[in-house]
């Protein structure tokens, strides 16, 4: 198993990012609808959900938002340990959204994921992908994130009602930032929330209270 470390400045730029993709893209989708960042409440933080999605028609869906850096990415990074050390559940497993919206964001992509679906498909085949590892530092504090590695096919063909969506800008690399994103060398993508930001490696920010 391969890994790679990181830095928690690496994630938070490209966190942001895919929160003001994935903002957009659900607004542009239902128009009327709101949308609230629900990121720094640890109501919804315990939950792994992002944003909620309020329908004109009342219906509140919950949202997590992942975003990946890597150019030629076509596979998912589905955490399945947030922290090896402290052997904390990854939010693929414990999410409770509705959706995860996971954006490619240099290939300009949004991929709309029915989490508890994917979910229902993925754990039986488990064993049929292999596990990455990535390390992230904060201040002194080091910690490592176990994941599946999943080719973006598997699960379009195995999941119906997944969704492609080309955005109609891809969002530009930030100078000076560095990568930390999922690879075939592990790395995993940009969360935009995560149960412990000081221990969990997809924090969007090393502020995070609560969870």
């Not at 994917?118 to 754990?123: A, D, K, P």
């Not at 995560?194 to 969870?211: D, I, K, M, V």
Request: proline residues 9%; hydrophobic residues 35%; positive net charge.
């Amino acid at each position: 198993m391969g890994g790679r470390s990181f830095s928690m400045r690496g994630v938070q730029g490209a966190a942001d990012r895919a929160v003001q993709h994935a903002r957009a893209w659900l607004l542009e989708t239902e128009p009327g609808s709101r949308v609230h960042d629900v990121q720094l409440d640890p109501r919804f933080q315990h939950r792994g959900v992002d944003l909620l999605w309020e329908l004109p028609s009342g219906e509140v869906r919950g949202i997590e938002v992942k975003g990946d850096r890597q150019a030629t990415r076509r596979r998912y990074f589905f955490e399945l340990i947030s922290n090896l050390e402290k052997d904390t559940p990854g939010c693929f497993l414990y999410s409770g959204a509705d959706l995860m919206l996971y954006v490619f964001l240099t290939q300009g992509e949004l991929h709309a994921l029915p989490l508890p679906r994917v979910r229902e498909w993925f754990l039986p085949r488990a064993k049929e992908y292999a596990l990455k590892h990535a390390f992230t530092q904060t201040g002194a504090i080091r910690y490592t994130t176990v994941g599946a590695v999943v080719p973006v096919r598997d699960v379009a063909e195995g999941v119906p009602g997944v969704i492609t969506v080309k955005l109609k800008r891809a969002a530009p690399e930030q100078p000076g930032v560095k990568p930390g994103t999922p690879d075939a060398e592990g790395a995993p993508p940009a969360a935009a929330s995560e149960p412990q930001a000081p221990e969990a490696p997809e924090a969007r920010s090393p502020r995070r209270t609560g969870t």
